[in-house]
């Protein structure tokens, strides 16, 4: 291990061995993504039609409010793996790597937490009169 | 670092020959980075719209749907914007699940004989236009009496 280039302060340490998780992760919410939004597509397609009605009750239900916050997760746990090695492959500057990954990170939790309190407030409260 | 400037660097970015093979992961990025964005911010305002109440539920589908007969000019504008993103987003979504599968059946160790990753890398595409082809149809005789 040498002390000059930061290839050469690197070489001979081994991984980080933080991506096999990421690896991992990626693949395990790809699995759930598929068979989450198969159901969504399929779900969508019983419906007899889009009236509010209709699709209020829909969501309302444990068997649709439960699978579609599971489905959020998942995506969202999905989109924060594949957007950050987007950024790191084509972002090259430090500084503006950080912030794109910062960035990423309060979308992908703001709109997951946004997402999830929705459908969970319509299951609770039902519509607002 | 030195770089000696007569080392081939591969692959060339602007001679590369396009094949199925690299088309489809390509595609597998660039529709991934659409449903990321514009698929799921349009899925969060829908069910937002839903859980906001009949109101906010119409404005929504007046705006990404239809407006109806007393539609403005902006909101008609903006329903043939969503229809068009709705058939980008539609796109991906298909493209990037049959690819994704075809990602898990390689990561399994399947798959890698030259001849079968080109025939797989056809086989997402055409897997992908159908499903929307067959999705746009529905839409299209359901929701818009076409």
Known sequence: ?129 | MAQNPNRPISPHLQIYRWGPHMAVSIFHRATGFVLATAGMLTLLWWIASIAGGPESYASFQAWVVSAGAEATGLQTAANWFFRLLGLAVTYSFFQHFFSGIRHLLMDLGAGYELTTVRTWSIAVFIAALTATALVAMLVASRFMGI
């Open chain 1, 1 to 129: 291990m040498g002390n000059g280039t930061n290839l050469g302060r690197v070489r001979g340490l081994g991984s980080a061995k933080h991506g096999g998780k990421h690896w991992i992760d990626q693949r395990l919410t790809a699995v759930g993504n598929l068979l989450l939004t198969s159901w969504l597509v399929l779900s969508l397609l019983l419906l007899p039609n889009f009236e509010h009605e209709t699709v209020a009750a829909w969501l309302a239900q444990p068997s649709v409010a439960v699978p579609m916050i599971l489905m959020l997760v998942s995506i969202f746990w999905h989109v924060r793996l594949g957007l950050q090695v987007l950024i790191e492959d084509y972002v090259h500057d430090d500084g503006n790597k950080f912030a794109a990954l910062t960035l990423l990170n309060f979308y992908v939790i703001g709109a997951a937490a946004f997402g999830i309190f929705m459908v969970a407030k319509h299951a609770f409260t039902g519509v607002p009169a």
